[in-house]
């Protein structure tokens, strides 16, 4: 599904783009076989213009549910959300919010130009419909039918509407899933492109290299909140610490390593043929130590990978929302 609206549904509004998009204090709740799920559970969020923010979590950690609710499809249970100023079905109406969603209808029997005149025709302005075509990648298609276009292609087909009003805002949900690593790796291509004109890109996705490799900012969600938010490397720092090694060829190894235990966030030290290797939350401190006391070369400050630090997290948010639930 693409998430597009008439320009001409809503008058103008006096919202600055730099306003960008912000959440206070959002839940979302809904009744399902007699019982109150708490879908998001209160969700506080500032994205500003220009960034490209990716939001990762396990399933039903409420990353659909937040987006719908910034593209107005569904409305907060408490608090509020603005896009650029405006609510967000205004933002939507008015062609400054668009998105590509994981599923929706696209006519089989039109071909790919066909599908985007005919979404152009809804807006009062919009961008010319051979540039969005070259942008998502698909002027070579544009004449094949919807129902001849592989999932890939049909992804970028809902890129190229979603690129109509020339939104300031880009959401995607999932937007490659069901693509091969070819076609995934040829979109973000595309996506690559298109963000560095300015564009602000909110995307969820479950491929964690998707949002090592795109996004600015990580925001991570697990049972309905945000648990963490950051660049990739504070988000991987926040996991697990930084580990540090250098070589100590000279002097008293073993006095080494137990130094560098002793010293404040330290987890570990091993020592592996003189080359010591420490893990710590303060790896300024630990690389500091080791170079000016230690009689450390040839030093290297590594992170813990984003898989890792997804599992750490969402891990323990989950233990301690199970927590809070029997407790209650």
């Given at each position: 599904m693409t998430t597009t609206s008439p320009a001409?549904?809503?008058?103008?509004?006096?919202?600055?783009?730099?306003?960008?998009?912000?959440l206070e204090g959002v839940t979302k709740s809904f009744r399902s076989g007699g019982e109150t799920v708490h879908a998001v559970a209160g969700v506080d969020l500032t994205i500003r213009p220009g960034e490209v923010v990716a939001v990762l979590g396990p399933n039903g950690a409420g990353k659909t549910t937040t987006l719908d609710m910034v593209l107005g499809l569904t409305e907060p249970t408490t608090g509020r959300i603005t896009s650029f100023g405006a609510a967000p079905r205004r933002a939507v109406h008015e062609g400054r919010v668009s998105a590509v969603l994981q599923t929706g209808g696209l006519l089989r029997d039109l071909t790919a130009?066909?599908?985007?005149?005919?979404?152009?025709?809804t807006f009062a302005r919009h961008e010319p419909v051979e540039e969005v075509l070259r942008r998502a990648g698909l002027a070579d298609k544009a004449g094949r039918k919807v129902s001849k276009l592989s999932g890939g292609e049909q992804q970028r087909l809902r890129f190229a509407l979603a690129l109509l009003p020339d939104p300031d805002l880009l959401i995607l949900d999932e937007p490659t899933a069901g693509m091969d690593v070819a076609a995934r790796r040829e979109f973000w291509r595309t996506m690559h492109e298109d963000a560095t004109n300015g564009r602000t890109v909110l995307f969820a996705t479950h491929y964690l290299e998707e949002a090592d490799n795109f996004a600015d900012r990580i925001v991570l969600m697990a049972g309905g909140r945000v648990v963490a938010d950051g660049t990739t490397e504070q988000?991987?720092?926040?996991?697990?610490?930084?580990?540090?090694s250098a070589d100590v060829r000279r002097g008293d190894v073993a006095a080494v390593v137990e130094r560098l235990r002793g010293l404040a966030g330290v987890t570990s030290v091993t020592d592996t043929n003189g080359r010591v290797t420490a893990i710590g939350e303060d790896s300024d401190a630990i690389a500091r130590l080791l170079l000016t006391e230690l009689g450390g070369t040839d030093l290297e400050?590594?992170?813990?990978?984003?898989?890792?630090?997804?599992?750490?997290?969402?891990?323990?948010?989950m233990a301690e929302t199970d927590t809070t639930e029997e407790t209650r």
């Open positions: 001409t549904t809503s008058p103008p509004t006096t919202a600055v783009a730099t306003d960008g998009i912000h130009r066909e599908t985007v005149r005919y979404i152009a025709s988000i991987r720092a926040r996991a697990s610490g930084r580990t540090v400050v590594t992170t813990a990978s984003l898989d890792a630090a997804f599992m750490a997290i969402t891990g323990e948010a």
